[in-house]
Structures are given as C-alpha cells and as structure tokens.
C-alpha cells in the first residue's frame, strides 16, 4: 500500500506529512491487502489569517474496485488528520466489508443455481 501525503501553506510540512502518512498506515493497516494507493492532500487555503481553514482530501484507489474520496475541514491540522483517518478508516472498512458480502453472495447464488 503506497500512501502518498501532498502538502501545501502549512508549516514543518515535513513533520506534518510523515505524522499523517504514519497515522494512515496504522489506520489502514488491516486492509493492507484490499488497498493499493491512498493520496492525501492537505493545504491551509487562507494562510495565516486563521480560522477553518485547514483541508484535507484523501483518495483511497482500491485492488479491483472503484476509488473512495474522504473531504474534511478544521482549524487545527492535529483535529483533522485525526478525523479524517478515522473517518478514512471506517469507509474503507465498509467498502471491503460489502464488496466481501457482495462476492459472498454472489458465490452463494451460484451454488444454489446448480
């Protein structure tokens, strides 16, 4: 699983990048196997006149089905990776467990067809 982090009008941008791409790494880490890229954008768009200004995108690409987008916002950098691992973590959680009940279903189908 490659986790790219981007980021952008933040300071110590490269303690901020290894912290999220650690935190993601951890978050994911059980789904190692179902996940082949996550790309993390993270950028202060109003610079240093405060507020919730902080962004964060993340796309998940998955092995063998469609990507999953996770957007969030805060005024403290430290409050939104958080969340948004959390919150990345969870949606990829529901995305393998209903593609593991769709192909469970799916295979069931098939063997009461025959």
Request: hydrophobic fraction near 35%; proline fraction near 1%; include cysteine.
């Amino acid at each position: 699983m490659l986790i790219q982090v981007h980021v952008s009008g933040l300071q110590a941008e490269s303690k901020v990048r290894s912290s999220v791409r650690r935190q993601l790494a951890r978050g994911l880490s059980k789904f190692q196997r179902h996940v082949q890229d996550v790309q993390v954008k993270l950028a202060d768009v109003n610079g240093p006149r405060g507020g919730i200004d902080k962004q964060c995108r993340c796309v998940v690409q998955f092995n063998g089905i469609s990507s999953l987008v996770v957007e969030d916002q805060d005024a403290s950098v430290r409050r939104l990776v958080d969340r948004m691992t959390r919150r990345v973590a969870h949606a990829v959680g529901r995305r393998v467990d209903k593609r593991a009940r769709s192909r469970s279903s799916s295979s069931l189908d098939d063997w009461q067809s025959h």
